[in-house]
C-alpha cells in the first residue's frame, strides 16, 4: 500500500519520513510475443529490437534509447514461468521478482517477454511530468532521515538533504531529481476547460548545499515562486543557521558580540575570493573526546554566501576546522582517520517571510541534528540545546 503525505500547513513544522521508500505502483500497458532470438545466435541491442518488432511506437533508435532509459521497458525472463493478468496489472512483487527493468545494456535471450510499463496514477508528480518511471536509485538516502519534509504548500517545500547526496548533479543521483516523486504539485486553479494531461513545473532547489553538507534546502513549485525567493536570496532576507562540530575550542580575537535573540555571537569578517563574507559565530559546548580530543558544537549564521564559507572561515580565521572536512582539516593524522565519520556541517534552521501568500506569514523550520553529531560528542539529544 502508498503511504500518503499530506500538504503541510504553514503551522506545522515537521513531517515524519516513511520508514520506507514510498514504492510506485505500476501496469502494464503492453507485452510482446516472446522473443525468438536468430539461428545465428545474434544478440541486437534491446533499442534495435523494439524498432523492429514495434516501429509505431519506437519509429527510431533515440526514441527506442530514451524509453530504456526512463524505466518503461521490463524484461522477463522466460525461464520464470512469467504470468501476466488479463487485467493488465502486474504487482510491485512480480516486478521484483520475474521483471527486471531493461537498461542500455540489456540482451534479450530466447523467449524472453519484453513488457512496456507506466507508473500508476498518484499524490505525487505524474510520469508525463517526471519522464521517469521509477523514482532515482538513491531516493532511498532521503527517507533515511529523520525528518524528510519539514514544510510544503503550493508554492514552495523544505526538504531536509541528506549528506553526501548533490542538491542538483548529473545522472540523477541528486536531491532535484527526487523531488518530484517526494513532493505533491500545487493544486491547478480551476479553469473553464480542463486540459488532457495536467503539467506541472517540476520542483527545483533555489539554493544548493554542498554534497557533504546535510540539512534545509528550500524548493520552489512553481516558476513565480522561484524567481521570488531567489530574490529573497539574493537580498540575504533568508536567515540561515548551520552547526558544526570542530576540532579544538575557538576563541574570539576580541570582545564585540552581536546578539541574536538573546544569545550573544562572535563575527568573522574575513573576505573569500575578493568578496565581502562574514559568519556569527557561538559556542553551544566543547567536550573532550577520548578518542578525537578537544571538540566544539559551534552555532552558526552567515551572513553571506560565498563558497565554503563556514568551511574557510572556521579553518582560516578560527585555526578549529569542521571535523571531517578533507578540503580544510589541514590533512593531520587525527583529521584524516576523522574523515571516515563524514563532515559534521549541517543546515538545521531556515527562516523567511512567505511573500507567495496574500496575508503575512513567516516560515520557521527546524530539523533536528543528526544523530552523528551526539554520538561524537557522547552527549544525549536532550543535552544540547542549540
Given at each position: 500500500r502508498l503511504a500518503k503525505l499530506l500538504p503541510m500547513p504553514l503551522g506545522c513544522m515537521a513531517l515524519q519520513a516513511p520508514l520506507l521508500l514510498l514504492a510506485p505502483q505500476y501496469k502494464i500497458d503492453h507485452y510482446y510475443e516472446p522473443y525468438n532470438q536468430s539461428p545465428r545466435n545474434e544478440e541486437p541491442p534491446l533499442h534495435r529490437v523494439l524498432c523492429d518488432i514495434d516501429p509505431g511506437n519506437f519509429p527510431s533508435p533515440t526514441q527506442a534509447r530514451k524509453a530504456i532509459q526512463h524505466g518503461r521497458l521490463l524484461v522477463m525472463g522466460a525461464n520464470n514461468g512469467c504470468t501476466i493478468s488479463k487485467d493488465g496489472f502486474v504487482s510491485n512483487e512480480m516486478i521484483l521478482d520475474l521483471g527486471i527493468a531493461a537498461n542500455s545494456t540489456t540482451i534479450l535471450q530466447d523467449k524472453d517477454i519484453v513488457a512496456i510499463r507506466s507508473?500508476?496514477?498518484?499524490?505525487?508528480?505524474?510520469?508525463?511530468?517526471?519522464?521517469?518511471?521509477?523514482?532515482?536509485?538513491?531516493?532511498?538516502?532521503?527517507?533515511?532521515?529523520?525528518?524528510?519534509?519539514?514544510?510544503?504548500?503550493?508554492?514552495?517545500?523544505?526538504?531536509?538533504?541528506?549528506?553526501?547526496?548533490?542538491?542538483?548533479?548529473?545522472?540523477?543521483?541528486?536531491?532535484?531529481?527526487?523531488?518530484?516523486?517526494?513532493?505533491?504539485?500545487?493544486?491547478?486553479a480551476k479553469r473553464k476547460k480542463k486540459p488532457k494531461q495536467q503539467q506541472f513545473y517540476l520542483p527545483r532547489p533555489v539554493h544548493r548545499l554542498d554534497r557533504r553538507t546535510g540539512g534545509c534546502v528550500l524548493v520552489a513549485k512553481s516558476e513565480k515562486s522561484m524567481k521570488q525567493f531567489s530574490r529573497l536570496f539574493a537580498t540575504r532576507q533568508i536567515q540561515k543557521s548551520y552547526c558544526a562540530i570542530t576540532f579544538g575550542e575557538p576563541k574570539p580575537d576580541h570582545d564585540d558580540r552581536i546578539d541574536v535573540n538573546g544569545k550573544a555571537f562572535s563575527v568573522i569578517d574575513y573576505p573569500i575570493d575578493d568578496k565581502d563574507a562574514v559568519t556569527l559565530w557561538r559556542v553551544v559546548t566543547t567536550v573532550t573526546s577520548p578518542t578525537w580530543g578537544q571538540l566544539s558544537l559551534l552555532h552558526l549564521l552567515p551572513k553571506t554566501g560565498r563558497n565554503h564559507q563556514i568551511r574557510r572561515h572556521l579553518s582560516y580565521c578560527l585555526s578549529c576546522p569542521i571535523v571531517g572536512d578533507s578540503k580544510y582539516d589541514g590533512?593531520?593524522?587525527?583529521?584524516?582517520?576523522?574523515?571516515?565519520?563524514?563532515?559534521?556541517?549541517?543546515?538545521?534552521?531556515?527562516?523567511?517571510?512567505?511573500?507567495?501568500?496574500?496575508?503575512?506569514?513567516?516560515?520557521?523550520?527546524?530539523?533536528?541534528l543528526p544523530d552523528k553529531f551526539y554520538e561524537i560528542l557522547g552527549e544525549s539529544k536532550g543535552e544540547v540545546l542549540i
Open positions: 507508473r500508476l496514477p498518484n499524490d505525487f508528480y505524474p510520469q508525463s511530468c517526471t519522464q521517469y518511471v521509477d523514482p532515482p536509485c538513491n531516493a532511498a538516502a532521503i527517507f533515511s532521515t529523520r525528518t524528510t519534509i519539514v514544510f510544503e504548500d503550493d508554492h514552495i517545500a523544505i526538504v531536509n538533504k541528506p549528506e553526501g547526496m548533490d542538491t542538483i548533479g548529473e545522472k540523477r543521483h541528486d536531491l532535484q531529481s527526487t523531488l518530484p516523486f517526494l513532493l505533491h504539485p500545487p493544486i491547478p590533512g593531520g593524522k587525527l583529521a584524516k582517520a576523522a574523515r571516515e565519520l563524514g563532515m559534521f556541517l549541517f543546515s538545521n534552521s531556515m527562516e523567511f517571510a512567505h511573500v507567495m501568500l496574500l496575508e503575512e506569514s513567516t516560515v520557521s523550520a527546524n530539523i533536528p
